[in-house]
């Protein structure tokens, strides 16, 4: 056999041994965390919305305010991406559910106008408010941690010095992704979570 033919067969047999070990390369094996705990709240349509609805599929969990003006949107963004690069076929299987805890003015029609605005209105996704005491009860279960931050700024408009509003929180990222059985898988607690991975994760979940 020439040196020629020796390096093909080499490259050939290495290929095959390549292949053998990646589709015997084990799977991503996510730990089953807890329990979910289980919620009623309202959605966008003012629809009673339970966690419960929705065994069997995989749920993608977040908490968001709308009038974040930057990591809550990107957020939402960047499950958006996820969905959008998921099979069409385990879409259908797939859930996202994001909690505003600012329900003094996340009503159900300002969650409707902010996912029309954002692009956010897709099959499968809830976006969810209720009362302070409903909203407190679920982050708590969830560990999601946030405090009001209300600032008075003085501004000047055409000669006259106007007084504007500002309200915004201080929060932690939490996102979580729960199984068919209603179990925690992960979490996720980092805006710059990786789509990527979080596909790997999700797709682990939808045989």
Known sequence: MSGKAKAITTIAIFLMIATVLAACAPKVQLPILREASDFALTNETS????????????????????????????????????????????????????????????????????TAERGFNVPGWHFLTGTEEQIRQVTDDYGVEYELVEDD????????????????????????????????RKTYENALFSETEMISDITSLLP
Do not use: W
């Not at 809550?72 to 996820?82: A, E, F, S, Y």
């Not at 003085?154 to 932690?172: A, K, P, V």
């Open 47 to 114: 629809r009673e919305v339970r966690l419960s609805d929705f065994r069997d599929k995989v749920v993608v969990m977040d908490f968001i305010y709308t009038s974040c003006p930057d990591v809550c949107g990107m957020l939402n963004h960047k499950l958006k991406i996820v969905r959008d690069q998921l099979e069409e076929g385990l879409k259908r299987d797939l859930i996202l559910i994001s909690i505003s805890f600012d329900p003094a003015v996340d009503t159900p029609e300002v969650l409707k106008q902010y």
């Open 153 to 184: 700024h003085e501004h000047e408009d055409e000669g006259s010095q106007e007084q504007e509003h500002l309200r915004s929180f201080n929060h932690n990222i939490v996102v979580v992704l729960i199984d068919r059985d209603g179990m925690v």
